[in-house]
């Protein structure tokens, strides 16, 4: 579904991104990890248009979309969550999902209808009862919650999820993995999640995808990350030891 060919991405003389190339399978989930500042968020920013690369395209179902603004992505069924939460703050929770709906790729342009949809996913990730709060009276799982919905809302067919679990005690934790497993089973949405909580990301992939700065350093599935020499030595800082 996504390709991501040799991509680089320059700020003034920074390389923050190196020649990084993978593949987003159709229906799966690929999680991507790596150490702060190895270049995952601004590989999500690129993949969603938010900065152009410097190097390289990305292909998704077939098509080049290296050019496309960010709405024209979320047209074609792109979307993606914020790690830190960006709803409009003033607004109830559903009137955030509304817009969603209003905006994404479904073109909604019929406020009822919106409504009823919204209420409906709503339902779906568990803020149903908390619908008519302002955002931001939220607490951190509520907005984490409210993030995805207001991203569901678009109605992707490719999901990138950016630390969406992280600041959840461990029942939170387990509440959001079971979420996006329906997500991703029930919904038959792709998913490619950004997580630092490796118990949760080796649960959830059927690849993981691993950054260090900026290069890609190992792809496989989580059985074989886990057990990477390398990927143990950039996350626990292991002096590699002589056979």
């Not at 709906?101 to 406020?111: K, M, Q």
């Not at 302002?134 to 607490?139: F, I």
């Not at 649960?203 to 890609?216: A, F, P, R």
């Amino acid at each position: 579904m996504l390709e991501v060919n040799n991509v680089s991405k320059n700020f003034r003389g920074l390389q923050a991104l190196r020649g990084v190339s993978f593949n987003v399978e159709k229906g799966r989930i690929t999680g991507l990890i790596g150490p702060n500042g190895a270049g995952k968020t601004t590989l999500f920013n690129i993949i969603s248009g938010v900065y152009k690369a410097s190097k390289g395209n990305i292909t998704f179902c077939g098509k080049s979309i290296t050019n496309l603004k960010p709405f024209q992505r979320c047209e074609l069924g792109i979307a993606r969550t914020f790690q830190i939460p960006k709803p409009l703050r003033n607004i109830s929770v559903l009137d955030n999902v509304v817009v969603g709906f209003l905006y994404g790729r479904r073109h909604i342009n019929n406020v009822s209808k919106a409504r009823e949809l919204a209420l409906r996913l709503l339902e779906f990730t568990g803020l149903l009862e908390k619908k008519d709060f302002l955002a931001k009276e939220l607490g951190t799982a509520d907005h984490k919650r409210l993030e995805l919905s207001r991203t569901l809302a678009t109605d992707p067919i490719l999901l990138l999820l950016d630390e969406v679990m992280a600041g959840l005690n461990p029942v939170e934790t387990q509440q959001f993995l079971g979420l996006i497993q329906r997500i991703n089973n029930d919904n038959n949405v792709t998913i490619l999640i950004i997580e630092h909580v490796m118990s949760a990301i080796n649960k959830l992939s059927d690849k993981i995808v691993v950054l260090n700065y900026g290069e890609k350093i190992a792809e496989d599935v989580p059985e074989e990350i886990i057990n990477n020499k390398l990927v143990i030595q950039v996350y626990l800082g292991e002096e590699e030891q002589d056979a």
